[in-house]
């Protein structure tokens, strides 16, 4: 049964322009029935199929990182991958830009809290990923910790533009506590 979406809120205002995630963070507000997050067992990909090829959801352990659990098609396309379920971002990113992803997600993890981001969403030679990202942080106990997340990447791939012509945006940071 798909639960019914939040009513966009004013503090909402801009943290994700494109449709397609604010309907996803519409269904990840809904699913946290008063709790400042969902649990990683709250949300169902069948709830939401509309979004299958561009989600990720991931485990959150302070010791490994994150780890897929999903990753919808277009996702796993990236990489190279038919499936990236297990794989940490050390599998499938050099070390540096394993770590430079990691320190981005840090304030989900940290504050809890929200994250978008606009501009590059991907690192690739020959061609540009250009689009939005959200985080949405999971727990699976009430007052937290942060042990997954749920993820939806939307772009368009630009090719032509030269290296550091598009950047990526500053983080939107949404603290749990602050979404209605």
């Known amino acids: 049964m798909a639960e019914r979406e939040a009513a966009p809120t004013a503090p909402l205002d801009g943290f994700v322009s494109d449709p397609a995630l604010r309907r996803l963070f519409d269904y990840w507000r809904g699913k946290r029935r008063g709790r400042p997050m969902p649990a990683k067992d ?18 959150y352990d302070p010791a490994t990182g994150f780890r897929y ?14 499936n990236l379920k297990g794989l940490t ?5 050099p070390p540096q830009g394993a770590e430079v ?5 840090r304030p989900m993890i940290e504050q809890p809290a929200a ?8 690192l690739a030679a ?7 990202r959200v985080l949405l942080p999971l ?42």
């Open 101 to 105: 992803v990691a320190e981005r997600w």
């Open 89 to 93: 971002f050390a599998d499938i990113l």
């Open 126 to 132: 020959d061609r540009t990923p250009v689009g939005e």
């Open 42 to 59: 709250d949300i169902d990909p069948i709830e939401i199929p509309w979004s299958l090829t561009r989600i990720f959801l991931m485990d």
């Open 69 to 82: 659990r999903l990753a919808g098609s277009e996702i796993s396309d990236v990489f190279g991958r038919g």
């Open 139 to 180: 727990a699976d106990s009430a007052d937290g910790p942060v042990t997954g997340v749920l993820g939806m990447t939307v772009c368009e791939w630009v090719a032509g533009l030269a290296p550091g012509e598009v950047k990526q945006s500053p983080l939107k940071i949404l603290p749990v506590a602050e979404i209605p």
């Open 115 to 122: 994250i978008s981001m606009k501009g590059l969403v991907y």
